[in-house]
């Protein structure tokens, strides 16, 4: 089994920054790419910024220039650098990876989840 926990959410003012973390342990052969989602209240989840095992980014337009994904290998983690905050950036936060894992005498590739951080930006 593959688990993510997300830390780093709160309640922080407009234009200030915050950085989520996201580290997956487990059985874990490797990690492919990494996401960002959010889920507005009364929205639909929708993904902010995801990076690739090779280290390309890509961003959601509402994001692009204040927020950065980055990911260290070693520990199986990624982070979600915030910054010029704006209450409607205000949502929960999840981790998404695609990792491969032993399988017998394979290997398979799952989609896994974090739990969620809620991050709040007050005006």
């Known amino acids: 089994q593959v688990q993510l926990v997300e830390s780093g959410g709160g309640l922080v003012q407009a234009g200030g920054s915050l950085r989520l973390s996201c580290a997956a342990s487990?059985?874990?052969?490797?990690?492919?790419?990494m996401r960002w989602y959010r889920q507005p209240p009364g929205k639909q989840r929708e993904l902010v910024a995801g990076?690739?095992?090779?280290?390309?980014?890509n961003y959601a337009d509402s994001v692009k220039g204040r927020f950065t994904i980055s990911r260290d290998n070693a520990k199986n983690t990624v982070y979600l650098e915030m910054n010029s905050l704006k209450p409607e950036d205000t949502a929960v936060y999840y981790c998404?990876?695609?990792?491969?894992?032993?399988?017998?005498?394979?290997?398979?590739?799952?989609?896994?989840w974090g739990q969620g951080t809620q991050v709040t930006v007050s005006s």
């Open positions: 998404n990876a695609i990792v491969t894992v032993p399988s017998g005498t394979t290997r398979a590739d799952f989609m896994y």
């Open positions: 487990g059985s874990i052969f490797s990690i492919n790419t």
């Open positions: 990076i690739t095992s090779g280290g390309s980014r």
